[in-house]
């Protein structure tokens, strides 16, 4: 069974400090893709990333990095000098090859403080 | 393009009224979810659509009916509402099923009394 587990439920961070939201991951495929996805105040979902299973290389965009670890089935998310629109609940998902569904961990609120 | 759009954005239903959401899409994407999203739980996947005419059970599909009648618009049913019914209800869709990430809508913000 495919499983996503995201331990932190909230974090508080002042801004301008960095900070990393976890996201272990359970699968029995080889092949497997990895998403993040934010979701603001205001609702809606935004997609961030994905990752394919072959792919082990981090990848940074501005602010925003992802280190993919196969050997600890981690895929963490670090925000470096965050600001106050990164306050959010952030969701790190998983689905398998050919599947059908994405399953969703239960998502990090991220606080950040001014 | 609007992407996916979602009606209505509130309601609130009493208790064993039904109603029907709509999801529309206007990317021509084969996969439609239709999810929940409840304080703690994260999102859970009620049904979803791989095409035109089909659908398939989800995490949690008690009490909700789906139709997919045409390629665009993904339906969500109930019955017969149910406090334990009052969510968030997110639609997505994705052009394929696995590496392709899902585009959400807005949401509907449902209040069962």
Same mark, same amino acid.
Not at chain 1, 23 to 51: A, H, M, N
Not at chain 1, 54 to 66: A, L, P, T, V
Not at chain 2, 77 to 106: I, K, M, R, W
């Given at each position: 069974?495919?499983?996503?587990?995201?331990?932190?439920?909230?974090? *508080?961070?002042?801004? &301008?400090?960095?900070? +990393?939201?976890?996201?272990?991951?359970?699968?029995?495929? +080889?092949?497997? =893709?990895? /998403?993040?996805?934010?979701?603001?105040?205001?609702?809606?979902?935004?997609?961030?990333?994905?990752?394919?299973?072959?792919?082990? %290389?981090?990848?940074?965009?501005?602010?925003?990095?992802?280190?993919?670890? @196969?050997?600890?089935?981690?895929?963490? /998310?670090?925000?470096?000098?965050? %600001? !106050?629109?990164?306050?959010?609940?952030?969701?790190?998902?998983?689905?398998?090859?050919?599947?059908? &569904?994405?399953?969703?961990? &239960?998502? +990090?609120?991220?606080?950040?403080?001014? | 393009?609007?992407?996916?759009? %979602?009606?209505?954005?509130?309601?609130?239903? @009493?208790?064993?009224?039904?109603?029907?959401?709509?999801?529309?899409?206007?990317?021509?994407?084969?996969?439609? =979810?239709?999810?929940?999203?409840?304080?703690?739980?994260?999102?859970?996947?009620?049904?979803? *659509?791989?095409?035109?005419?089909?659908?398939? @059970?989800?995490?949690?599909?008690?009490? =909700?009916?789906?139709?997919?009648?045409?390629?665009?618009?993904?339906?969500?049913?109930?019955?017969?509402?149910?406090?334990? %019914?009052?969510?968030?209800?997110?639609?997505? *869709?994705?052009?394929?099923?696995?590496?392709?990430?899902?585009? /959400?809508?807005?949401?509907?913000?449902?209040? !069962?009394?």
């Amino acid at each position: 069974a495919q499983k996503v587990t995201q331990a932190q439920t909230e974090i *508080s961070v002042v801004e &301008k400090e960095d900070v +990393t939201l976890d996201c272990v991951y359970e699968t029995r495929d +080889t092949t497997y =893709y990895l /998403f993040w996805y934010k979701q603001p105040p205001s609702g809606e979902l935004v997609f961030l990333i994905r990752r394919n299973s072959f792919d082990e %290389q981090n990848e940074i965009s501005g602010r925003y990095s992802w280190n993919f670890q @196969k050997s600890t089935s981690s895929f963490n /998310f670090t925000i470096t000098a965050s %600001q !106050v629109v990164d306050s959010a609940v952030y969701f790190c998902a998983l689905s398998g090859y050919r599947d059908d &569904k994405i399953i969703f961990g &239960k998502g +990090t609120r991220l606080h950040i403080l001014p | 393009n609007a992407g996916v759009t %979602q009606t209505p954005k509130f309601r609130v239903l @009493k208790t064993g009224q039904s109603m029907t959401l709509l999801c529309a899409q206007d990317m021509n994407h084969e996969y439609m =979810y239709w999810y929940r999203q409840d304080p703690g739980m994260g999102l859970r996947l009620i049904h979803y *659509s791989v095409g035109e005419g089909t659908t398939a @059970k989800g995490e949690v599909p008690d009490g =909700y009916n789906v139709s997919r009648l045409k390629k665009q618009n993904f339906l969500l049913g109930l019955e017969s509402a149910a406090p334990s %019914q009052t969510s968030v209800y997110f639609c997505a *869709s994705s052009g394929t099923s696995d590496y392709n990430e899902q585009f /959400f809508g807005p949401g509907t913000r449902l209040t !069962v009394l």
